[in-house]
């Protein structure tokens, strides 16, 4: 379905019992919200899950201004006001984990329990970005697809799961290149290191041993900058909700109904 906010369409799906508790997901950078289809069939059992694109990703407009982190994450609860949504659990991957720091820190109300995936609270430097955004405007995702699919997934992955591999090389050649580009600019001059010290919301830091984006070091500074989060290591490069599909969804899913 289509949600309009801040004058934006919005690509948003909702699967699952319809009186269940909702789980909020949110997509990584140049991917879309068929990132989490190696979890629907869990989480559906016993969650209403909400999916959603982020600005300029798969079905959802490409901004037609500069924003920062903080707008991605009153996106969000924007959407949940749409749908007339007043809580939700939230687990955001990457890019999605960035936004729900910010959405935490902002709107803490409004969520119960979050998990934080491979992501971190400040990735620089600005150069790094700043090539990215320059690289992809001058060639397109193609330009940036093979680098990008080589950090998110280890090459033993790589090798034994192809057709893994072919669904997420095409979820970020479908990336519009200059909604990648201004969520590049948004993570660039992101730095949520401090604030992120204020959440209160039960948390869950997943890590990837092997990931080079969004490295353990970042993974663990987040954890212990939120007070009492809790972190889980996957045998995994950036994108564990794929390479570690199974154990990626149990975790969440217990660590959802742990008693406080």
């Known amino acids: ?97 960035m936004t729900g720091m910010s959405l935490l820190r902002r709107h803490g109300k409004r969520v119960d329990r979050a998990v934080l995936a491979n992501t971190a609270a400040q990735m620089g430097p600005p150069d790094l970005w700043n090539q990215r955004i320059r690289t992809v405007r001058a060639g397109g995702m193609e330009a940036v697809v093979d680098a990008t699919v080589e950090r998110w997934l280890t090459a033993g992955f790589r090798e034994r799961a192809p057709e893994a591999v072919a669904a997420i090389r095409g979820m970020i050649l479908g990336t519009p290149q200059e909604g990648y580009a201004m969520c590049c600019a948004a993570i660039r001059d992101m730095d949520q290191r401090e604030a992120i010290r204020t959440i209160e919301n039960p948390v869950l830091v997943v890590i990837g041993a092997h990931d080079p984006a969004t490295t353990p070091q970042a993974g663990a500074i987040v954890e212990a900058a939120i007070p009492g989060a809790k972190a889980l290591t996957l045998d995994a490069a950036h994108l564990s909700n794929f390479e570690e599909a199974e154990a990626f969804s149990t975790a969440v899913m217990e660590f959802l109904v742990e008693m406080p």
Not at 90 to 95: A, D, E, I, N, R
């Open 1 to 97: 379905m289509d949600v309009t906010i801040d004058g934006m369409r919005f690509n948003v799906r909702l699967d699952g019992p319809e009186t269940a508790p909702v789980l909020m997901l949110s997509n990584s950078l140049s991917s879309n919200l068929a990132m989490w289809e190696p979890q629907m069939a869990a989480f559906t059992q016993r969650y209403r899950v909400l999916r959603y694109d982020q600005r300029g990703h798969g079905g959802t407009q490409i901004s037609p201004r500069p924003f920062t982190m903080d707008r991605l994450a009153d996106d969000a609860v924007a959407i949940l006001d749409a749908l007339g949504i007043a809580r939700a659990h939230v687990c955001g991957l990457s890019m999605g984990g």
